[in-house]
């Protein structure tokens, strides 16, 4: 059996997975794509994120 470190990321299908608002460095808030990429930091559900890319290329996470 393999010990699972974390936080990890996981690769995940992007298919049924909209696109999300979030507020941007600027202060503006923005539609942001899926990355296919979900983060993890523990083995319960409740801390999994979906990774979400904005215009500039930064970052955001949530469900």
């Not at 923005?30 to 990355?35: A, D, I, L, N």
């Not at 409740?46 to 990774?51: G, I, N, P, Y």
Request: glycine share 8%; with cysteine.
């Amino acid at each position: 059996m393999t010990k699972v470190t974390y936080p990890r990321f996981v690769d995940v299908e992007r298919n049924g997975v909209s696109q999300k608002v979030f507020e941007t460095s600027n202060g503006n808030e923005e539609w942001c794509s899926p990355t296919g990429r979900e983060l993890q930091e523990s083995p319960d559900v409740m801390d999994h994120w979906l990774e979400y890319e904005d215009s500039e290329g930064e970052l955001h996470y949530g469900r």
